[in-house]
Each structure stands twice: as C-alpha cells, then as structure tokens.
C-alpha cells in the first residue's frame, strides 16, 4: 500500500516559481515508479513528468525546459520543481506512483495517488 500526501501549492504571477512536493510512505520508495499528474479546470488529467527507481526522466512536452522531478529516497520524497510558470499551468496537481513506469501518455493510469495540490498562476 501506498499513502501520497502532496504540499507546495500556491497562487503565484506568471514567470515565478514554485516547488511541489510529495511525501510517500511507501515501503519500497525507491521501486517505485513516481510522478506528477495535473488536471486543470474543465479538462482531462494529463501526465506532467515522471522518475523511475533509476532516477530516469520523462516531461510532457508542454513543461520540458520548466520543470524538473527529482525524488530523495532517503526521505521518500517526490519533488516538482516549477520555474517560468504560465496560466496555462493552472491546475490541481497529482503526486502519483506505480511499480510499472508509463508513458506519460499513459500515467493517469497510475496506481496510487495523493488528494492534490492546487496551483494557480494569474497574468
């Protein structure tokens, strides 16, 4: 079993940056596949990035170059890191994990997941 429990959300101006994190308790942690999945107002959920127990990267392509995944086993912590932020980037973000990493195509079909954390960004 695994319990998400994401935090770092906020209300922030277009161009800044904020910092997601999400602490898993997990035994396993570092077997995990762990990623973040968004849905913004009125639409579907959509793979953000995703880290592999290798530590091994995949970004939609609507983020690369702005965000960043990274996870600490030692702590079992999954982090986002968000800089030049966009409206566009207005969403409930999901931490989520499963033992088979997907595409991200195919990550809101990922086991486990947190209640989220809300992100807006104003023009």
């Known amino acids: 079993q695994v319990t998400l429990v994401e935090s770092g959300g906020g209300s922030v101006q277009a161009g800044g940056s904020l910092r997601l994190s999400c602490r898993a308790a997990?035994?396993?942690?570092?077997?995990?596949?762990m990623g973040w999945v968004r849905q913004a107002p009125g639409e579907e959920r959509e793979g953000v990035a995703a880290i592999n127990s290798d530590s091994n990267t995949i970004y939609a392509d609507s983020v690369k170059g702005r965000f960043t995944i990274s996870k600490d086993n030692a702590t079992t912590t999954l982090y986002l890191q968000m800089n030049s932020l966009e409206p566009e980037d207005t969403a409930m973000y999901y931490c989520?994990?499963?033992?088979?990493?997907?595409?991200?195509?195919?990550?809101?079909?990922?086991?486990?997941w947190g209640k989220g954390t809300l992100v807006t960004i104003s023009s």
């Open positions: 989520a994990a499963d033992l088979v990493c997907p595409s991200i195509a195919t990550m809101t079909f990922m086991d486990y």
């Open positions: 997990a035994y396993t942690f570092d077997t995990y596949c």
